[in-house]
């Protein structure tokens, strides 16, 4: 991890939640490749070791979502392509579902274990 004081002594981890802390959708860039990476790590899936911390665009398309129902209500689970080439894990909190495809936006809330990026629908109405 190169150029960020934050990184000093710290995990990717502990870096990337305290990003998210301070209201940063931080993910990592090979300096030399360009390869983006999500989730956070120490060495790019490549083999890249010279990661550094950019900002997310926080722009991307549902690839696959599913929808848990209790008694208790509904929530749902969702992989996320980011425009940036990586995919992650996580939740559409203000629809119960929405169209494999549908364009999306981050946002970053608090919730129980610190803070979270979740995504919102880019068009109203699309699920």
Not at 10 to 23: C, F, S, V, W
Not at 102 to 126: M, N, Q
Request: neutral net charge; without cysteine.
């Amino acid at each position: 991890m190169t150029g960020d004081a934050m990184s000093y002594g710290k995990g990717p981890q502990a870096i990337y939640e305290a990003y998210l802390a301070q209201g940063r959708f931080m993910i990592q860039r090979s300096e030399r490749t360009g390869e983006y990476v999500f989730f956070p790590r120490i060495p790019a899936p490549s083999g890249a070791m010279d990661l550094e911390w950019v900002a997310s665009r926080g722009t991307g398309t549902v690839y696959a979502i599913t929808v848990n129902r209790s008694r208790a209500g509904s929530k749902n689970v969702a992989l996320i392509d980011l425009d940036e080439g990586v995919r992650m894990m996580s939740t559409l909190p203000d629809v119960e579902t929405a169209p494999i495809g549908s364009r999306v936006i981050a946002r970053i809330e608090p919730w129980a274990e610190g803070h979270r990026v979740v995504f919102d629908l880019a068009e109203k109405g699309a699920g």
